[in-house]
């Protein structure tokens, strides 16, 4: 979505009334993105925080039952698999010196139409599909143990 921190955090509290894109981390993002630094009110206090996150590793253990059970979770594997890499900040500086930043073809993105509709599409969509993977987890695991899940 082309433009500022504040006009992402508008885009996420309209999606987050959304059922499809809705909902508590939905909303919670659109608060942090509108908070604005205490000491320099034009800069969003988003500036200032480290890009760089551990795990709890609930991804991890979601990743490992879904190899022992032949189920694919490709976009779980892919978020847990950022937040390694989030972490890895000599790894991300050495990268980051040998590439160069992409310039956003604003031209491109208008192009397309409503941008942030575009996005609201793909966020919901993606969600559907690391909702069903964890579902499938799920359903094969309990029929594998024989658990009572529905």
């Not at 320099?40 to 890009?51: I, N, T, Y």
Request: hydrophobic share 50%.
């Amino acid at each position: 979505i082309p433009g500022s921190t504040d006009a992402v955090a508008g885009a996420l509290r309209a999606w987050s009334t959304d059922a499809a894109s809705g909902g508590f981390l939905t909303e919670i993002m659109a608060i942090v993105l509108a908070k604005r630094d205490p000491d320099h009110p034009e800069r969003a206090l988003l500036d200032d925080v480290s890009d760089s996150v551990g795990q709890k590793g609930t991804g991890r253990w979601t990743a490992e039952a879904a190899g022992r059970y032949g189920v694919a979770v490709p976009s779980i594997v892919a978020a847990a698999d950022s937040r390694v890499l989030s972490s890895s900040n000599d790894l991300r500086a050495a990268c980051k010196a040998m590439l160069a930043r992409p310039t956003p073809d604003v031209e491109s993105c208008e192009a397309v139409g409503d941008v942030a509709e575009v996005a609201r599409l793909a966020f919901a969509a993606a969600a559907g599909l690391a909702f069903g993977q964890g579902f499938e987890l799920m359903r094969v695991a309990a029929a594998t143990e024989g658990w009572a899940v529905n």
